[in-house]
Structure formats: C-alpha cells, structure tokens
C-alpha cells in the first residue's frame, strides 16, 4: 500500500485496530433531519470522542472548522431524495480533486446490491476506487438497503459486503444483523464498520448491537442517528466509545452512559 493511503487509514483506524466514526451526511437525501438541522452546533460536543467524521463537502466547508478537525470521510455519492423515485439511483456528486482539497482521509459511497441500479452503484463504486488509488485516498462503501430494511440478513449483506471488497474498497460499513454477523464479517477482505440505521428505541438497543457486532469481528460503528437524536447524545457516544476502544461489556458502557448522564465528572475516554 502506497504510504499516503495507508496513512490515510492509519488516521481513521486507531492504533488499537478499531474506529468510531460520526456520520452526519443524512442531509444529502433527508434534508434538514431532526436535531442535525445546525450540523455544526450539533457535532461539537461530540467531536472529542469521535475517530473520524463522515460528511458531505457542503457541510465539511459550511460547519467544520478546518483547524484542529477530525479526519473527515467525504460523501460523494447522491443524487436521490426520500421524495423522488427510488433512493438508489445514485451517481458520483463530488470530485476526487475536491477530496484532495478538503484534505480528506477516506471517501464513501453508497452500493445498492439487489436494486434496478445495482449495476451502476457498483461502476460508481470502481470509477471511484480508481480514482483514488491515483490520489492515494482509501474508499469506503456504504451497503445500503434504501427503504429495504428487510433486507438486513446475513446472507445478502455478505454478498454485498464480499462484492464492495472485491471491487477494490478499503472499508465496508454495512448493517449489523442478529444471525450471522460473523459470516459477514468473515467473508469479507476488508475491515467492516457497522452501521446504526433509524433511531433505536433504547439506548440499551444500540449497546447490545454494537457490542455483538465488534465480539464477531467489526473494527468499530459508524453511527448517526442513534447518537446525535439520542436524548443524551454525549453520554451515548461515551458509552459507545468505552466498548469501541475499551472492550467494554454492555453492563460497563451502560455504567458509562448512567454516570455521563449524571455529570458525576467522570474522565472521558479520549486518546492521548
């Protein structure tokens, strides 16, 4: 591997192996989505225990402050709305020149496996990894399911996850799943990050999910919505961190999430 991908990954994946990435690029197909309608305002606090943030280029210029920020993985993949006719019909929206500009350490894409686009989210997805094994920027792949959430089984999101490393991606976020995590996992080349999808009902959820995902094998999460549209959006993505980077159980980050919660004073698990 060239040296300026792997120290592109080598800012995203901590020394530990594992990553917590915070994405709030919803906006590009959501809009203006509950609690992320100031992006900036709502990462701030949030930022300190976060590895890497997970952005469009509109929001990475309009709401993050170039100095002393995240590693930044740059969405470049759009074109659909939850108004228009089908959420896989994506193409690339972003140069990888802007991604050099942004001074970027990854770029993620979205691959609609299954879909009537299937075939062009997946060229999208090799034009990209060309692009950037020529600039020395890592992609990571998005298997998304659009409105399909009953797709989230094992055996389909191990064809997509297999499919995205074949095609060259460096990192696959995909959708945890309650049977066969492992075989996902294990099938797939490349480092996998999991995915939270809507809001859970209990943060207990999201500890119990997260922590199933990393003892079968994920290098961390890349969650949203089930942090920054948590009542208690500081204390979630402690608790999440504890388990992330401290092999914690579920009882210790549910510790962690009581004890944020509150404001005992306790110290922040953030790296040196």
């Known amino acids: 591997m060239d040296w300026g991908m792997a120290n ?3 800012q995203l994946i901590q020394p530990d192996g594992h990553c917590l990435f915070l994405p709030i690029d919803h906006g590009y ?4 989505t509950r609690n992320l309608e100031q992006p900036g305002k709502t990462i701030e606090p949030l930022l300190p225990y976060a590895d890497a943030v997970f ?3 509109g929001v990475v210029r309009s709401s993050i402050e170039p100095a002393g920020s995240k590693p930044i993985i740059l969405r470049v993949s759009g074109g659909t709305s939850m108004v228009g006719a089908d959420l896989a019909n994506e193409g690339i929206t972003t140069s ?6 942004l001074n970027v350490a990854a770029v993620g894409i979205s691959v609609f496996i299954g879909s009537e686009y299937e075939r062009q989210s997946l060229l999208n997805l090799g034009k990209l990894v060309d692009e950037g094994e020529k600039y020395g920027i890592p992609v990571m792949a998005v298997t998304a399911v659009g409105r399909e959430l009953e797709q989230r089984e094992s055996r389909y999101l191990a064809l997509c996850c297999r499919i995205c490393a074949e095609l060259g991606a460096k990192v696959v976020k995909t959708y945890w799943c ?3 995590f492992d075989k996902v ?3 797939c080349p490349v480092p ?3 995915a939270g999808g809507p809001q859970a009902d209990t943060e207990l959820e999201v500890l119990e999910f997260v922590h199933d995902g990393m003892q079968n094998g994920a290098i961390g999460i890349n969650l949203g919505r089930n942090v920054w549209q948590s009542d208690y959006p500081v204390p979630m993505i402690r608790a999440l ?3 992330v980077h401290e092999n914690g159980s579920v009882k210790e980050a549910q510790e962690v999430f009581d004890a944020v919660k509150a404001g005992d004073g306790r110290p922040a698990p953030v790296p040196a």
């Open 185 to 187: 996992v294990a099938g």
């Open 241 to 243: 961190r504890h388990i």
């Open 8 to 10: 592109r990954l080598g």
């Open 96 to 101: 990888m020149e802007d991604a050099v500009r």
């Open 55 to 57: 952005a469009t280029r």
């Open 178 to 180: 309650a049977d066969g």
């Open 29 to 32: 197909f959501l809009g203006p």
């Open 192 to 194: 996998v990050v999991m």
